[in-house]
């Protein structure tokens, strides 16, 4: 849970801007430690937005590992490509691109929720999700989805190279 924290912190900081440009609620932190002790004594605390983060990491997790195994097996089975390293990092970039489609929808509602004054907006993130789908459609939901790429595939990429490197090492 301090991973959770912590972005909430990253969240709200990132989203503070001059009055003449603010949008949505203006956390007043000075810094992370201070916006933290700010969260821990508000209503929701440290956990608000948890949720939604706890499906996030749950399911690009699954998908990742997912995604990469069934992939890598079934472009080994093709034979199209003779290289070891080429079928793992083929299957890598596949992976990364199903993570992000999956993960994307969960960053959006946790965003939403982590950079709100408690309950200002959303009740929940259920509620958030309702009212993402509402007024912005599908597509609300896939908001800053190159942007996540550029972070989370490069990431999903080695981390399964590694992973892959690491497990027929131990095997």
Same mark, same amino acid.
């Given at each position: ?37 700010? $969260?821990? *004594?508000?209503?929701?605390?440290? #956990?608000?937005? =948890?949720?939604?983060? @706890?499906?996030?990491?749950?399911? &690009? ?36 691109? $199903?993570? *992000?489609?999956?993960?994307?929808? #969960?960053?959006? =509602?946790?965003?939403? @929720?982590?950079?709100?004054?408690? &309950? ?38 080695? *981390? ?12």
């Amino acid at each position: 849970s301090s991973g959770i924290n912590a972005e909430y912190g990253k969240v709200q900081m990132q989203a503070a801007a001059a009055p003449s440009i603010a949008v949505g609620y203006q956390h007043k932190h000075t810094g992370l430690w201070r916006g933290l002790k700010i $969260a821990y *004594t508000s209503p929701g605390g440290l #956990f608000q937005g =948890v949720t939604s983060a @706890l499906w996030r990491v749950s399911v &690009g997790s699954a998908t990742q590992l997912a995604t990469f195994t069934r992939i890598k097996h079934y472009i080994t089975g093709t034979g199209v490509l003779q290289s070891d390293f080429a079928v793992v990092a083929s299957s890598s970039l596949i992976s990364s691109f $199903a993570v *992000t489609c999956t993960m994307t929808p #969960f960053d959006v =509602v946790a965003t939403r @929720l982590y950079n709100q004054k408690h &309950g200002l907006y959303y009740s929940g993130w259920l509620d958030c999700i309702g009212k993402i789908y509402k007024h912005e459609g599908m597509f609300g939901f896939y908001k800053g989805t190159v942007a996540h790429y550029f972070r989370i595939g490069p990431h999903t990429i080695i *981390t399964l190279m590694i992973w892959d490197r690491y497990r027929k090492w131990l095997l």
